[in-house]
T-cell receptor, first 111, second 116 residues
Framework: DAKTTQPPSMDCAEGRAANLPCNHSTISGNEYVYWYRQIHSQGPQYIIHGLKNNETNEMASLIITEDRKSSTLILPHATLRDTAVYYCIVSGGTSYGKLTFGQGTILTVHP | NAGVMQNPRHLVRRRGQEARLRCSPMKGHSHVYWYRQLPEEGLKFMVYLQKENIIDESGMPKERFSAEFPKEGPSILRIQQVVRGDSAAYFC??????????????FGPGTRLTVL
């Protein structure tokens, strides 16, 4: 399984953009990059995913580098409710069906 | 459009009893996944099922744990003879998985199991 590396914690001011980095240098060509978050002890919430191209939805944007070895999740206007643990996960290919959660990044949004 | 449903949300069992956790996938989803989150730890994959089939059980403990996803009805995660170390949050996810394409899993709210 491809592994990911994320900073353990980040801070962001409310209303500002939150940029969460992720390294996945061993990603395979048919593996996707997924982002989930977990608020308190709730069930993980799907945010966004991508293969090669940058993606945007109502929650966030995902920027994937051309070599696919890293990506950045962007929350354009962070709110207090975005405080959560954010997980970057690589899945697909031989790890099909199994999401391997790392330690994630604890994002704290300050007033 | 109901999401993934899990019940019960909280379950208390005494050591040696059985625990049954239920998961109803999102409408149109035929793939179910179970994950466990021990206190202060990350989420760990347990098992992946399709209707009537276990696809990947590489994360399941070898003893006392079993899972099924019958043709009709919810998926069941069964823990026999529970021990205190089984106390955890158990999350179910579902997808409409198509091999070769993105397989987005959507999670339920979880069942918090407490073993006394």
């Amino acid at each position: 399984d491809a592994k990911t590396t994320q900073p353990p914690s980040m801070d962001c001011a409310e209303g500002r953009a939150a940029n969460l980095p992720c390294n996945h240098s061993t990603i395979s060509g048919n593996e996707y990059v997924y982002w989930y978050r977990q608020i308190h002890s709730q069930g993980p919430q799907y945010i966004i995913h991508g293969l090669k191209n940058n993606e945007t939805n109502e929650m966030a944007s995902l920027i994937i580098t051309e070599d696919r070895k890293s990506s950045t999740l962007i929350l354009p206007h962070a709110t207090l409710r975005d405080t959560a643990v954010y997980y970057c996960i690589v899945s697909g290919g031989t790890s099909y069906g199994k999401l391997t959660f790392g330690q994630g990044t604890i994002l704290t949004v300050h007033p | 459009n109901a999401g993934v449903m899990q019940n019960p949300r909280h379950l208390v069992r005494r050591r040696g009893q059985e625990a049954r956790l239920r998961c109803s996938p999102m409408k149109g989803h035929s793939h179910v996944y179970w994950y466990r989150q021990l206190p202060e730890e990350g989420l760990k994959f347990m098992v992946y099922l399709q209707k009537e089939n276990i696809i990947d059980e590489s994360g399941m403990p070898k003893e006392r744990f079993s899972a099924e996803f019958p043709k009709e009805g919810p998926s069941i995660l069964r823990i026999q003879q529970v021990v205190r170390g089984d106390s955890a949050a158990y999350f179910c996810a579902s997808s409409s998985a198509t091999r070769g394409a993105a397989d987005t899993q959507y999670f339920g709210p979880g069942t918090r199991l407490t073993v006394l």
